[in-house]
């Protein structure tokens, strides 16, 4: 049994588009197609878009990020009907990554001739070295090692803390049992500062998180303290623009930031100065931040 457990958390009725283009074109594999999301009302148009796609649903709460989701889907399996046993692959993807061409039959066939246990899209070097969880491809020889992560990592309620113990410790674990861990895609820069060269590769993907620029003062300041004050104010809905979208990818489906103009004129003033002028301009940044 190959599946695929796609992890989104949203408000309203409705799915995105980019999701449920993500979701249809996964749809069209051979895997089977989960949709794990919080609690909450859905619409006919909703439902009869997963029934059109034989996509199942699966509505949980809302803790424990994309980690808990997962962890709660498959624990029900284990309980009901055993099907763990059966999984000859097993895809973990979330909606913190928008796909705006469907590359997934690609995706899946170089992992399949990857001599790798485990597949990513890319790897990160933050807190260790490991793979990112927004797209795990997993073979047989990868599976025994995540089932025990999941099932006893205790569930984390903070970002950084899913990330640090969940994420990163997964690879850690996967390393320890010599389990063979591969990313497809491979950057000259750190790989949230290089998301041009990704779109100029042709990868087909993006963090969600880039196209809001949804980043906290500390995340912003991180940007440009290792140098990437480009890729932050970047102007990534230009350049997937210019690198094209896949045909029935509307370019709407695009996240967009709301940060008003003078958020943005703010922001662009402290971000420059500290990029200019280093250490010293952080330091009076975040004594003005605590008055």
Known sequence: MKIALYASYQEGEEIPGYVRYALGHLAKTDFKVVLLTNERKLSQKTYEFLADNNIELFLTQNHGYDFGMWRRYLHMQAISNSENENIERLLLINDSVVYYRDKFEEYFQRAEESPADVISLTSNDEFAPHLQSFFLYMKPAALGVFFMHIFETPEQTEFYDVTRRLEVGLSEKFAEADVRMESLYHTE??????????????????????????????????????????????????????????????????????????????????EKTFQLAGFPAKRLLDKFKKH
């Not at 196209?211 to 102007?235: I, P």
């Open 189 to 270: 820069r750190p790989v949230f500062f290089a998301y041009r060269e990704l779109i100029e590769q042709g990868a087909g993907f993006i963090k969600r998180k880039l196209l809001q620029r949804r980043f906290s003062y500390e995340e912003k300041k991180h940007f440009v303290r290792y140098h990437a004050y480009d890729a932050l104010n970047e102007n990534y809905h230009a350049l997937i623009e210019k690198a094209g979208f896949a045909p029935d990818f509307k370019k709407e489906w695009l996240p967009r930031c709301e940060d008003s103009l003078i958020d943005r004129v703010r922001d662009f003033a402290w």
